[in-house]
């Protein structure tokens, strides 16, 4: 049975604030509650990040070779040149054509296909 | 329970709220004169505070002066946010000891609150003693009265409404 303060306290609670346990005061402690366990997860999350440093750094006293980090391989490097490609012809000009063939022996003939073929005999 | 609260438990924070939860609320509401908007925001803040620091404790009285401190601590950053450090310095004038007994503001607020009830209509001051003092149920009160239980509950709003007019009425004079 609830004392005079404690019903005092109900009846000035539910004054204020309605039905004081499922009422709309009752959220206070919904949030209240959801508070608690949020500050949990952080608290633990928290020691759990401690104790993994701790533990690496444990382990770091106690095995520094092992502990120690690997030299680092290097793959070696490929270096591939760019070689500039020779295209496979080149369009040039009439008076050039004619200044590369001036004074040298041609042959003109066709293939089985009835195209022309130009062949330079001398260099 | 201290420990619920300490997990997050939603079963250990509704019973905090039942049973601790109105006592803190009439010491918030007599710091404040009444203003029962800045007594909710308390409240609130008072709530989340416990869930901070929240650890397990087997003795009631001490969790309960705790409780006393830590609302009272609460209630001090709310009126010095809300106040000028004069009023502030006043309002420490008005209650210059600090102690886990019921202060000279929470003994004037029961004052007003018994002064309201004598203003009340007899119906009305009738249906809150019986709900409120005696502890009866709304089940009870609905057969003795050969009203609904629905009905009984409508009544029982309006009876505390006019409570809280009449006891806002007293403090703000007396404040």
Redesign the interface.
Known sequence: ??N???????????????D??DGP??S?????????????RRQQALAGVAGAVLLMAVTAMLFPRAAAPSRPVVAPKIEVAAKAVAPAYEIISDQELLAEVRDRPLLAMRDSDDKMKVIVLAN | MTAGLARGDDEAWSRFHRDYGPAIFRQLLAGTWGDHDLAGEALQLTYLRVARHARPCDSEPMFKGWLRVVARSVLNDCLRKRRSFRHLLQFWQKQPIETPEETEAERNLAAALARAMQELVDDDRALLEAKYYAGTPVRILAVQLQLSEKAVESRLTRARAELRRKLQSILARHG
């Open positions: 049975m609830a005079d303060s404690e019903r005092h306290d109900r009846l000035i609670g539910e004054t204020y604030h309605g004081w346990a005061a009752s206070f402690a919904q949030n209240a509650a959801r508070h608690a366990r949020r500050l949990r």
